[in-house]
């Protein structure tokens, strides 16, 4: 009995380290003060002065939009080179593989740098399209990963048969494969969304000056001193990105 | 027999493929490794002639004390993410499916606020007037406030904190699967629950906690902004260097040379991965 107690007592208390900047966040966010540590009673002009904050709301805006564009286009790319890892036998598919857990595991900076120079030698201007190639880059093998684990659990036959029946290749990942794969395929995008929205270190060496995310606008905000509004917009974003996931995981799960 | 059109897809994916990876994977790190033969460029960052200066420059000895000083606090980190996460994660990996779904999810739910907000938030518990000194002082364990702020000792906490998810998720995949029978046959044959643990549980769960170690280790060397917000102006960690390299000083070469020392030893530690084991190959998600 005690055992039990100690072990809720302990996942409690790791959850309770992971949620309390979080906590601290959106509690300092209601703070009379722009004192970053001392409690001065509550109020909502941070609120207030977020509405009239355009570059930072506009920042923000744009974090979200790369995220879902850099989401998108993993799960597609991810997707596309799971199906062919899972039905083609071609050269160079276990180092494709291989790259696929290489990319998982190597450091943001490692791969930030090695694309800001590509970037800079082929002369693409760092901004919307680099951050999105460099989102896609470092978030599609999560994708693959995710789809590849359930394409193995997918009978065969099923494709087989289909087969047999007539269908194209098309048809058969149209028809028979892409509904099969749909819950990884989701999944996929929801991990893509959540890292890109958390990168900091990729961003930093491949963004530009004028598509501005929020995490690099705040990195630049940070020597002189962070404005409580960044704390509310950053507390209305959570709750807004919490409810989206939470809707479209009731309603993925409706649909099963 | 393909129909032509089947094989006309299978050619327009495989391409795909081959320039995807080409253009998105390999040349980038292949040019790194080129750049840090090259020498310095004032305007187009990069020239000839090719030189082995960049790496004579790693053996600088300021250069070598931020080395070794940003490893052992990637090490601490790493250790310590490891002795939290693993009974955490064998705890939730133990409950019902329907609950271990939303376990997993209350871990990820955080990334959704950008992880340098988070460390920002640190500032608010760390500081000398902050949540966590009021609480020491409250409850009479301190006298003084400590200095915890702009301290190693607050990157130390920055680093587990922003990393822990990163051990918690690869152990989680290995451990969820775990088969419980393995451990009662262990005590049927006359092994302790220690025993049973460190010989039965630790070794199936090795590449679980390899890939962990990887994912923790790596970032502790290399997420400056954690460093920059927490630390003090000598806590730089060699993501510190290397930014530096590339933004300040703009001397791309050895910069690129002390990027090409990290892959070289990130290849190492996958080399020791995959030697960790198969259970978690490259046909597994990781996480």
Redesign the interface.
Known sequence: MVRRIL?YL??AA??L??????L??IV?SFNNSSS???WHGFTLKWYESLLTDKSLINSALR?LFLAAAAATSSTV?GT??A??LHR?R?I?Q??????????????????G??????F??LGIPLGFVTLL?SH??FCFP?VT??V??RL?GVNRNLAESGADLGA???DIVRFILIPLILPAVFAGWLMSF??S?????IS??VGGKEYEI??LK??SM?QTG?QPD?NAL?AA??FA??VV?MLSYRLVRAKR | ML?S??NF??QA??Y???I??G???F???L??LL?SFLSRDPVW?LRLPLNLQNYAALSDPQLMSVILKSLNLAFCTTLFCLL?AY??TY??ARFAKEYRAL?LM????????????????????L?????LNTFLIKWGLISQPLKLLYTDLAVFVGMV?TL??FMILPLYAVLEKLDLNLLEAAEDLGAGATAAFFRVIVPISLPGIT?GC??VF??A?????VS??LGAADSAIV?SV??DQ?VVIKD?PV??AI?IA??IF?LFL?HL?YKSGNSVD?????W
């Open positions: 072990k302990y996942i790791v959850y380290v992971l949620y309390v900047p979080l601290v966040t300092f970053a540590d001392i974090s790319v596309i080179i199906i062919a083609y071609f160079g276990r180092v494709v593989y291989g790259s696929l857990s290489v990319i998982m595991l190597s450091p943001e900076i490692i791969q740098i090695s694309l800001v120079m590509i800079v030698i190639l896609t880059v999560f990963v995710t590849l684990a193995k194209s290749d098309v959540t890292l929205i958390d990168d900091v270190i930093f060496f929020l995490p705040i990195y940070v962070i960044v950053c974003l959570f990105t919490f996931v | 129909k059109t089947d897809c299978r994916v495989l795909f493929i081959f995807w990876f253009i998105m994977v040349a980038p790190n040019l790194v750049a960052y939290i009974p955490f705890f939730i376990f209350l871990i990820i739910v955080p990334f959704w606020t950008n992880s340098l907000i988070r460390n920002y938030a640190l500032i608010s518990i500081s000398e007037n902050g949540l904190y822990l998810p890939a990887i994912m790596l970032p060397l290399t997420l400056f902004y920059d917000i993501g290397i930014r590339f791309w910069g690129a990027n990290l892959t990130m996958l991965y490259q046909e597994q998600p990781i």
